[in-house]
């Protein structure tokens, strides 16, 4: 299996230019940190995709300082926000799906298994390694399960993609705006919104309150007063692994997040991202108190539900 990755992952660097170098690296390493929390919160799904990509994995306690309470909250908040559109999707019982910058995804792994027709917007790298691993990791997955080569702001290459759905969709976006320049998240919704308007459905997201969902995720686990520290450390890992600032502060007030929607013909609503307290994975390595503020924090509305004028 290492040999054959090897080779496979080979070819894939061999299939993009060297002008795109740094995007490969860039993407691989973000999808597979990503991939590391969920895995470390216990989703089977997540360590199976990390077996597969067989690399080590990117941070750990000799390289990352303060390295255990990262884990613990980064984990915390990446199957919070995989947990909470998984359950959103059954509740609303969405059969298409169009999960958008999700990195290899294991929760289209989920939903595909349920019969679901997911398809995984991403870069072209990440398309390669995720329907190589979809093709591994059988059941109903493997022909509900599409990985689609797009830019956010591609107009003509998301819309290709969404066509390929038929019915209402569920669009997933969650963890990419503080990545995006204002020129590309005002394109990448403007795109959003043709699609809900051709298709009908919404999109769901919580990075409108991104940086305030994390610090109060991470309360939950370590206290208020040392939750800023967390969320800062966290800041720094991801800007190393995109050699590039984080643009934390973009569209976190929420009524300038509701104005900008409303200027893309978008209107939004708060809802909270359980119903009930949701069941965990991670729960079996927190303690009663800390599970008891997460069931709180679970209860607030982080969601959002997007949808066209």
Known sequence: MKK?????LLIVALTVSTARAAEFEMVEYS????????AAAGIPEAQKFLDLIDRPVFFNADNLNDFGRIQLANSLYQELNYAAAIEFVRQNDYRNVFDLACSISPRAMILGDEGRKVVVGELQTVCLL???CVDEFGKKARKNVTYDAFWLQDKAGMTASADKLKGELCIIEQGVLIYLTDEIRAQMFENIRDVLKKHGGCMITSDFNQKQYFTDAAAALFGESQAPTIYAETKAMYEKVYE???????????????????????VAR???????????????KLTPA???????????????IITAL
């Open 4 to 8: 054959f990755l090897t080779t496979f």
């Open 31 to 38: 999808a597979q940190v990503k991939l590391q929390w969920l």
């Open 130 to 132: 995720g329907d190589w």
């Open 244 to 266: 590039d600032k984080i643009s934390d502060e973009s569209l976190q007030d929420e009524q300038e997040a509701i104005d900008f929607l409303k200027t893309h013909g978008l």
């Open 270 to 284: 708060k809802v909270p991202l359980f119903k009930t307290p949701p069941k965990l994975n991670i729960y079996s």
């Open 290 to 304: 800390q599970i008891q503020r997460v069931n709180e924090l679970a209860a607030k509305s982080y969601l959002w």
